[in-house]
């Protein structure tokens, strides 16, 4: 029973600090992107928009590739990386968190977008007839009354990094200790023959995405009042 219990706190703890480090990017960069995408229009939009769906159409497997060339030792970002850190950032638990954040960005995004999108314009425009800058109408009336539907990208964005497979497995590898999150251990355990330690994984992801799936309704529902 504690080998068992071993074999699923490592990778459960793993995945839900992977899942949270990503979420706090994805709320950080996600929501601003939402607002441009929401708020903006420029040249290059529609192919801006294009490239941040790929993620959700694309195999994992091919995101994993992309980021791998991305990020590798030879990659463009990988090379900063090894200048600065002196050291490469395949197969960590930070290129796990890498994964993670690139295919759950656009559910952030999307997400929020939609519910910007649905703020009354006539509120924004009074405020800025009061006197307050686009950046104080933003942070002080459209994000506060758009923040259920960004909660909403929010809880969508986390369970899909506690998902995530194979971007992560292409990424940060499967090493045991290290970066096995829950997803990568199911795949070890089925592979392994261990199918009772599959099935207490597999019923853990699944009463967590039930979770969030509640939480979804239930922030969303409200957004529609």
Excluded: C, H
Excluded at 76 to 86: A, H, V, Y
Excluded at 114 to 122: F, H, L
Excluded at 178 to 192: D, E, H, L, P, V
């Amino acid at each position: 029973m504690i080998p068992m219990l071993d074999n699923i706190w490592f990778p459960l703890s793993l995945t839900l600090w992977i899942a949270a480090i990503s979420s706090f990017f994805v709320l950080s960069s996600g929501v601003a992107i939402a607002y441009v995408f929401a708020r903006r229009d420029f040249r290059g939009k529609g192919l801006a928009e294009l490239l941040l769906t790929l993620p959700l159409v694309l195999p994992p497997t091919v995101i994993g590739y992309l980021l791998v060339v991305l990020v590798g030792r030879n990659g463009f970002l990988g090379q900063m990386i090894l200048n600065f850190l002196g050291t490469g950032i395949m197969f960590t638990w930070q290129a796990a968190v890498i994964a993670a954040y690139t295919v759950s960005l656009p559910l952030m995004v999307y997400t929020a977008k939609a519910a910007i999108e649905a703020v009354d314009r006539e509120i924004e425009y009074a405020a800025y007839i009061l006197g307050k800058s686009e950046l104080e109408t933003a942070l002080q009336i459209t994000l506060p009354i758009a923040k259920k539907g960004i909660l909403a990208g929010l809880i969508l964005s986390f369970a899909r990094a506690m998902g995530e497979f194979g971007a992560t497995l292409m990424l940060a590898g499967n090493i045991p200790g290290k970066t096995n999150t829950m997803s990568i251990s199911i795949y070890s355990a089925f592979q392994a023959g261990n199918n009772e330690l599959a099935q207490v994984l597999v019923l853990i992801l699944v009463f967590m995405s039930l979770l969030t799936i509640a939480l979804t309704g239930r922030f969303a529902g409200k957004l529609e009042v």
